[in-house]
């Protein structure tokens, strides 16, 4: 036996580690000592590595790798998968390639990596398929992301840019030096602190929450799953129905105008269209008050919850939070809107510890201390002869090639899709084959 001594780290989304290499064999990962990774999550890592169920060499499609593209989509889902050396599996590519770019055009040729099968940048699977197919002629590519994709659209319309969910959050030591009230839409669930795009040295998150609330800051949970408290956290949970965190918003923008608590000034100042707002939250443009009363029979929680929330917010300086998935939903970038005209009515906005972001529930190193600073990454090439379709309309788009629809202010036509390339794992290699069994 030959134990390598040798210093081996590496990193995932899920933390850096250090691992025990023996005879070649991944034997043990540990995460980065006093790094607050999971040392369960990263422990686990040599029985993937070595899984019985991992495809270790490319596997072709006996029907394919006998009739080429003639066979279509014959046999799939029945037939026998070969194993085929990697030269074979580049000329297959490569033939495919050339002769889709050929017969169909770049936009036929569909670059579908989402990113997350790899956390480095040298190694970044988008980025390398962007890369190639742009090099190759062009692709259709996709817009935006599923993390806070509907943000992505909406933000900018509002705010002027998506730094609000991206990277310009406030620190959790300003909250502890100037905040009285944290109250996070969605919540803070410790879970999700494990992951950070691309990886991270330090999860930092469990150990800035508890000074915030050593401090004597006040926490209010808001969501149907008592799992996002973080352990040891004494917060106020409100339990809502799920998908209802606009109603709850919009009834505490209400109480700030009909209390005298909004701040007008801070309203003419810096907003647009507040006007119109204040006639709706109070009923005069459509005659539906949108009362604390009224909230409780859509969000199904008890008015004095409701109003002990409006008691704290009202006064001291309050960080407002929503965590990204309230936006993935139908209508979910209403959430995130009201938010922002909660923060408005309160006028805490660019004051310490006061204000909102999006996305402290929602991933480690999400605070500005955290989030700045150089990220290595690989440069991109021009997509000329392709186009861009929506991140979460690939199926409808290979469904319904030539279909039209509505993006971000804009007509969007899918593109004929004839190949499809997918890092970790290719689900169909022609998108007519998926066409063909939706209508079987």
Known sequence: MVLNKSARTNLTHWGAFSVTVVDGRLRKAEPF???????????????????????????????????????AGAGRGRDEMIPVDWATALDLVAGELRRVYADHGPTSVFGGSYGWSSAGRFHHARTLIRRFLAAAGGYTDQTSNYSWGTANAILPHILGSTDAVSHAATGWETIASDGDVVVAFGGLNPKNWRVTSGGAGFHHMPE???????????????????????????????????????????????????????????????????????????????GIAN????????????????????????????????????????????????????????????????????????????????????????SKLSNAHGM????????DAFLNPGKEIAFNGKTVRYPDVRLVYWAGGNPFHHAQDLRKVEAA
């Open 33 to 71: 000592e006093g790094s607050g990774a999971d040392p369960d999550m990263i422990g686990a890592l040599p029985s993937f590595v070595h899984s019985d169920r991992r495809i270790d060499r490319p596997h072709v499609r006996r029907s394919f790798l006998e009739a080429g593209p003639r066979a």
């Open 388 to 395: 861009s379709i929506p991140v979460a309309s690939f199926t």
């Open 208 to 286: 800035a929450i508890a000074k915030v609330a050593a401090r004597g800051v006040r926490f209010t949970i808001i969501s149907p799953h008592a799992d996002d408290i973080p352990p040891g956290l004494d917060a106020t949970l409100i339990w809502p129905r799920p998908n209802s965190d606009t109603a709850i918003i919009l009834a505490l923008a209400h109480e700030a105008v009909v209390s005298g608590r909004a701040d007008m000034a801070f309203l003419e100042r810096y907003t647009s269209g507040h006007e119109q707002f204040v006639d709706y939250l109070t009923g005069k443009s459509d």
């Open 291 to 378: 009362t604390l009363d009224w909230a409780t029979d859509i969000a199904d929680v008890p008015l004095e919850d409701l109003t002990t929330l409006w008691e704290m917010v009202q006064q001291g300086r309050v960080m407002l939070s929503a965590a990204w998935s309230l936006q993935r939903a139908d209508h979910g970038e209403q959430s995130f809107w009201a938010l922002i005209a909660l923060a408005a009515m309160l006028g805490q906005i660019g004051l310490p510890g006061g204000g909102f972001y999006f996305g402290y529930g929602s991933m480690n190193g999400v605070e500005a201390s955290a989030r700045r600073g150089f990220v290595p990454s690989m």
